[in-house]
Nanobody, 124 residues
């Protein structure tokens, strides 16, 4: 059974940093696309960052320059380094995975494996 488990969430003041991790168990894809999504109360799920097994990445405009997604090979965890956090970043952050796409995607419809999420709270 494939599982994705996030960790690293927490509470931080505006301007602070957090690093989220997503560990996958079960079957490992040699070619994959993985992404971070977030959902704030009362809002739609939003794609934050995605990475393909070929190293290509894409970011939402709202986080570009502040967040960085990384994954060092098929067996390593997925990371999201979040810097200069703002209150609008407050949400539940989830990782997702799918076999490799032509390009990294921020659309939830592209992914079929999801973690349970980890809460990130940024106070002003």
């Amino acid at each position: 059974q494939v599982q994705l488990v996030e960790s690293g969430g927490g509470s931080v003041q505006a301007g602070g940093s957090l690093t989220l991790s997503c560990a996958a168990s079960g079957y490992t894809y040699d070619r994959y696309c993985m992404a971070w999504f977030r959902q704030a109360p009362g809002k739609e799920r939003e794609g934050v960052a995605a990475i393909n097994s070929d190293g290509r990445t894409t970011y939402a405009a709202s986080v570009k320059g502040r967040f960085s997604i990384s994954k060092d090979g098929a067996e390593s965890p997925l990371y999201l380094q979040m810097n200069n956090l703002i209150p609008e970043d407050t949400a539940i952050y989830s990782c997702a995975r799918t076999p490799a796409l032509l390009a990294p995607s921020l659309s939830p419809r592209s992914y079929w494996q999801w973690g349970q999420g980890t809460q990130v709270t940024v106070s002003s």
